[in-house]
């Protein structure tokens, strides 16, 4: 939060993040023959229509009806076709561009350095297909009577929290290795991904150039047997070993860990590292949190409803995808900076709720909702816990909030 403003409209400061770029996007001369509907103007529109789950573009331009958002945007009206102009001739690599900006701030807020693994912070790497109708979009078939994008992302563990890193959006046909490049390219850190992204070739590169991975093996792969080093008792670790992984012109030259543990479901998993050094529960636990970006895909599809799209071409289709990502950043920021320690999606209800309303009056009001049937607890904590939470948000300092919320909320 800037300042000490908090008459501001909730929707004012969810928009910070992206008011911050302008200067971005006037150097990459976007808007230098738009009269009307501006860069900043169109994200803006398009953020409240993902966040109202708008399913069309003259749903959109309806809202303007609004006077409230016709005047935090300076904007009368502004019909859909123009809308959906601007939409189709925005190139996706400024969009996507600025959707990297917003995330460096978003992790900035949120604070890399509260990492869950001792190792380095955890990089997991997955892909989701967004499904498409072939007859509208043919630019994107890649089954006979299918028709999608995919969506290659990088998220990074925060604590438990995820903050959605680097994304690349591609038609759904190609294999997701083949996004390695782009996705893999610190050091540093501990990169997570499942078996698609299995390549031998990639591993020994990663190995020469001191770049730590965590990935699940295919059944079909050949393992030669190095060493057998010593599993834990009373553990689900079946075998630690070091091991060479191929046969043939294939093999590998360099030596990896294989892992064998046992999961919850009584499922034997191998994975596959080169962190030689590491615990071998740790290599186990750092595998099982891939799956917070199974869920993250899962709630980005859900309550962004990305499956509705405003615009046919690849452009209009990659924009929105990065403006639905940008939205979650802006979520992250807002939820931070309110010091909100409950589901992203409560707040995400509660902003639709009191998107116009002060700002000071949206974090009172997301402090105070009971979680449970305790009244008396209600009355005699949580207006002390507002004020506690509002001290912070008026010095600017709501993401270093640290509160032990009681059960009720």
């Known amino acids: 939060m800037q300042g000490k403003d908090t008459t501001k409209s909730t929707f004012s400061q969810l928009l910070i993040a992206v008011n911050q770029q302008r200067d971005f996007l006037h150097q990459q001369g976007v808007d230098k023959y738009v009269k009307n509907l501006q860069t900043h103007k169109l994200l803006k529109l398009l953020i409240l229509a993902q966040l109202n789950q708008h399913k069309g ?10 006077n409230e958002l016709s005047n935090s945007l300076n904007l009368d009206s502004i019909s859909h076709s123009q809308i959906s102009r601007r939409l189709q001739n ?18 900035t807020k949120l604070g890399f350095s509260k990492v869950i693994s001792g190792l380095g912070p955890l990089h997991i790497i997955d892909s989701s297909t967004i499904s498409l109708t072939l007859s509208r979009f043919l630019w994107a ?18 604590e438990d929290n995820v903050v959605p890193d680097k994304a690349v959006i591609t038609p759904a046909k190609p294999a997701d290795k083949t996004q390695m490049e782009a996705l893999v390219t610190e050091k540093d850190v501990i990169y997570v991904f499942d078996r698609g992204y299995f390549d031998f070739k990639k591993f020994a590169l990663y190995c020469k150039e001191s770049i730590s991975f965590v990935t699940r093996i295919k059944s079909n792969t050949v393992i030669e047997v190095v060493k057998n080093l010593p599993v834990p008792a009373d553990s ?22 294989l892992v064998e543990v046992k999961d919850t479901q009584g499922n034997t998993v191998q994975i596959v590292t080169n962190l030689f050094d590491a615990d071998v529960v740790e290599v186990s636990g750092i595998y099982r949190r891939r799956w917070k970006i199974e869920l993250f895909f899962k709630w980005l599809k859900q309550h962004m409803k990305i499956e509705h799209f405003y615009g046919q071409s690849s ?4 924009n929105q995808v990065y403006i639905a990502l940008i939205t ?48 008396r607890r209600r009355r005699n904590n949580h207006e002390q816990i507002f004020q506690n939470v509002l001290k912070l948000v008026e010095a600017g300092k709501g993401e270093q909030l640290d509160l032990r919320i009681p059960e009720w909320f």
């Open 57 to 66: 573009l003259r749903e959109i331009s309806i809202s303007l009806n609004s």
């Open 236 to 257: 689900n670790i079946l075998r630690d070993q070091i091991v060479v992984l191929g046969k043939g012109p294939k093999k590998m030259k360099q030596n990896l860990r």
């Open 90 to 107: 925005l190139a996706p690599d400024i969009i996507g561009s600025l959707h990297r900006n917003i995330v460096v701030t978003t992790a």
């Open 315 to 318: 452009a209009a289709v990659q």
């Open 328 to 375: 979650y950043c802006l979520l992250r920021i807002l939820q931070a900076v309110a010091g909100y320690t409950g589901s992203l999606l409560e707040l995400k209800r509660m902003l639709v709720t009191c998107m116009f309303d002060p700002f000071r009056s949206f974090v009172k009001k997301l402090h105070e909702r009971p979680r449970g049937n305790s009244r």
């Open 141 to 158: 078939e890649f089954r006979k009577t299918k028709a999608g994008v995919k969506l290659h992302q990088r998220i990074v563990l925060v």
